[in-house]
């Protein structure tokens, strides 16, 4: 019983304030009049701006328009170029900002390399301009290269094995060679060397890390008897 008039009591107040959103929601003749008039003139004015949208489409409907590849072609010939040389020129562009990244040398190839790209045409493309005539020329300028021969002094214990395997120098005893042939007015006998002996630690070319990397790579040890 006590629940029924709880309910009761909630549901009166609930109708109270709904009406009185009603009463304060309620417009008087004159009001309704001018929303009438407001909503009919927003009406004519998107019935307006529809026609003219309406009118603009059928004026680019009889335009002949050309389609995305036409415009590319187009441009290509304009440049004196064809798609598949856009199509090789993109992926020399990749290829040399690969090599520009993970600093393939000499940076003086690269920046050859570099140079070509940009006197060529199709560098104009809006798709390559900044990309070859900027970005990977502030790549290039903040590579700093490693100086192309360093200079090792011989201490006891070395050979030219221990030499060529160290970190700093090649990380590869099979490289040795390349020190030997550096340095032959020094030495004698690739056996032979002795402290205090300064040699010659030239970089190992890309074709030579290859090399030594897969005699490296290849060598199985002599079974131990």
Not at 150 to 164: E, F
Request: hydrophobic share 35%; net charge neutral.
């Amino acid at each position: 019983m006590k629940f029924s008039k709880y309910f009761l009591g909630i549901f009166s107040l609930i109708l109270i304030f709904s009406f009185s959103l009603l009463a304060q929601e309620k417009m008087t003749k004159d009001e309704w009049e001018a929303e009438m008039a407001r909503l009919k003139t927003q009406k004519e004015s998107l019935n307006t701006e529809i026609g003219t949208l309406n009118t603009d489409i059928t004026n680019l409907k009889s335009q002949n328009i050309q389609s995305y590849d036409d415009c590319m072609n187009e441009l290509y010939t304009m440049l004196g170029a064809t798609k598949s040389d856009v199509d090789n020129y993109r992926i020399a562009v990749d290829e040399l900002n690969g090599k520009i990244g993970r600093k393939e040398g000499p940076k003086a190839d690269r920046q050859k390399d570099l140079n070509a790209l940009k006197m060529n045409k199709i560098s104009a493309l809006p798709e390559f301009f900044d990309k070859v005539q900027n970005q990977m020329q502030k790549d290039l300028d903040s590579w700093v290269e490693e100086p192309t021969v360093k200079n090792y002094t011989v201490v006891k214990g070395d050979c030219l094995w221990r030499i060529a395997k160290k970190p700093e120098h090649y990380g590869n005893g099979f490289a040795w060679p390349i020190i030997y042939k550096a340095n032959r007015d020094e030495i004698k006998n690739p056996d032979l060397i002795f402290p205090k002996q300064t040699f010659k630690i030239p970089n190992l070319t890309e074709e030579e890390k290859s090399k030594y990397e897969k005699l490296k790579m290849n060598y199985k040890p002599a079974p131990v008897q």
